[in-house]
């Protein structure tokens, strides 16, 4: 633990900026769990269909079954800090519990909630073969996007949320597939806002802290993306084909004296979560994840080339018409 003890300052603190929760718009499951509460398990039902009927005969037998599936949590979190009295005061209380709980939060609890169900929702469409290897531009962007809707939209386009990164909004802020026009709806007195927020009654989400939006993490100390992980590109994310469930999250503040833990303040906390995709609503997550540079085909180039192509049309109609 490192300790920078007060000079002279104004109390103020320079730490990073974070997007909040960003899987909050999926919404958070009520689910029984059983198994001494590590787990719970979702029942479904199945029935053949009609058959032709004979006239004068008995009714065609058909058939019921239930398949009951056990999902089983395992992203049981937690850390303690412990703050001596004096650095406390010693710090000018920049090692205030309040100042500790607030940048721990902020800068690790809601980036991995987020990372870890990115991920394993991007495994869940690997795992389904509904994940695609693309290097996205503005010339495809716009039909990749819908391409991956489409088997989806039977969720219904108040029910999908897509997420995207920053280079995909950007992209899609500039796609060539469509025309646009900027209206005084678009432009305040000195503002433009041209991000894409909804296609066709989707909504979008731009995830523009790009180290939670990954395929794959170690999580041993805090989050990391692994050797192994590609950079995602986008989700498409059905709400009821998600379960998102905390099942703990405690938080408990001590002065000194009230532990046994030394002349310390002391700051615990314990989150216990998880995330599953529905396996008979699997078909709703779909996504899309960044190339490597080595895996880039012919074709990805030849798509830059019609973007550099695009620019400079642009370019050269802005020349005439500045003539």
């Known amino acids: ?4 003890y007060i000079t002279k300052d104004n109390g103020q603190l320079d730490q990073k900026i974070n997007q909040g929760l960003l ?29 032709n009927h004979k006239r004068g005969g008995a009714f065609n037998d058909g058939t019921v079954e239930n398949e009951k599936k056990v999902y089983t949590m395992s992203q049981d979190r937690d850390v303690a800090f412990t703050i001596d009295k004096q650095d406390v005061d010693e710090t000018n209380y920049d090692l205030a519990i309040a100042n500790i709980s607030r940048t721990f939060l902020e800068e690790h609890v809601s980036p991995e909630v987020d990372a ?3 991920a394993k929702l991007a495994q869940a469409a690997k795992a389904n073969d509904a994940l695609s290897e693309d290097t996205i531009t503005k010339s495809n962007v ?12 039977k969720y219904g386009p108040a029910n999908i949320v897509v997420f995207v990164s920053s280079a995909v909004m ?15 709806q678009n432009v305040g007195q000195t503002a433009l806002d041209s991000r894409v927020t909804s296609l066709d009654g989707v909504q979008i989400v731009e995830v523009w802290d790009e180290g939670r939006f990954f395929t794959e993490y170690d999580f041993t100390n805090g989050f990391q993306p692994t050797a192994a992980a590609s950079q995602i590109n986008f989700l498409v994310v059905a709400k009821p084909a998600v379960i998102q469930i905390v099942k703990e999250n405690a938080v408990y503040l001590f002065e000194p004296g009230q532990h046994t833990s030394g002349d310390n303040y002391l700051y ?3 989150l216990y979560h998880d995330l599953f995709v529905v396996n008979s609503k699997k078909d709703g997550v779909a996504a899309s994840v960044a190339k490597s540079s080595s895996q880039k085909s012919s074709t990805d180039k030849g798509s830059e080339t019609a973007d550099a192509k695009a620019n400079d049309t642009e370019v050269k109609a802005d020349d005439k018409s500045g003539k």
């Not at 990749?144 to 989806?152: C, E, N, Q, R, T």
């Open 170 to 184: 950007d992209a899609l802020e500039q796609s060539t597939e469509f025309t646009r026009s900027i209206t005084n």
């Open 116 to 118: 870890y169900r990115f």
């Open 1 to 4: 633990m490192v300790v920078n």
């Open 268 to 270: 615990q906390n314990r």
């Open 23 to 51: 899987t909050s718009v999926l919404g958070n499951s009520q689910v029984d769990l059983v198994n001494g509460g590590k787990s719970f398990t979702l029942t479904t039902i199945s029935t053949s269909g009609f058959q």
């Open 142 to 153: 716009y039909s990749k996007i819908k391409s991956s809707i489409l088997p989806v939209r």
